[in-house]
Every structure is written in C-alpha cells, then in structure tokens.
C-alpha cells in the first residue's frame, strides 16, 4: 500500500519560515506527480505546489509565488516544502500527495494522500 507521512508542521509567526518533508513509501518515484496541498477551516482544498520526480516541473499557486519553494530527493522518496515569508493566511492543514503524472496541482487529479499537518501562522 502507498503510504505517504507529512512531518514538519507547527506554530511560527508571520514572516517566519518552516519546511515540511513527505516521506513516500511502497512506489518509486521515477515518473510521477508529487504534490502539496493545503485546506484551511472552511475552505476546499487547494493546490499549493507540485513538482514532477522524473524532469523537476514545477507548479506554484500565485498565491505562494516567490515565497514557497518545493524540491524532491528522489534517492531518499522525500518531498520538501520550504516555506518563506508566512503569512497567516498560509495557516492550514497541509497534505502531501502523489498521482500518476503531474497535471495542473488539483486534488482531484491526486489519488494517494498523505495525513496532513497543521501549518499555523500567528500575526
């Protein structure tokens, strides 16, 4: 089964800086979409940033453009968020998920999720 483990959530106050990590097990990670996204209180869930593991496409929401950066490591099956310059509209639970090919960074193209972790940004 895949299975796919957020880790690097937390509190930081605006303008701070945090990265989360994706560990992914139980596939490789030679050709396919990898994803974070992020749902706030309230709110659908939105594409935050994506990167293809076998060119390094990328794809940015605007909303995060200059400020977020995402990375993979493809020997260690780990995705990276960093996350530059918070804001506290950034404050949400993010999840790490992969799917077939990269497409456009929306959930619904996504089908392996994994457990979220909680981003809180403090003005």
């Known amino acids: 089964e895949v299975q796919l483990v957020e880790s690097g959530g937390g509190l930081v106050q605006a303008g701070g800086s945090l990265r989360l990590s994706c560990a992914a097990s139980?596939?490789?990670?030679?050709?396919?979409?990898l994803g974070w996204f992020r749902q706030a209180p309230g709110k659908e869930r939105e594409g935050v940033s994506c990167i293809s593991s076998s060119d390094g496409t990328t794809y940015y929401a605007n909303s995060v453009k200059g400020r977020f950066t995402i990375s993979r490591d493809n020997a260690k099956n780990t995705v990276y968020l960093q996350m530059n310059s918070l804001k506290f509209e950034d404050t949400a639970v993010y999840y790490c998920?992969?799917?077939?090919?990269?497409?456009?960074?929306?959930?619904?193209?996504?089908?392996?999720w994994g457990q979220g972790t909680q981003v809180t940004v403090s003005s």
């Open positions: 998920a992969a799917a077939p090919v990269l497409g456009t960074c929306t959930p619904h193209e996504y089908a392996n």
């Open positions: 139980q596939f490789t990670f030679d050709d396919i979409g």
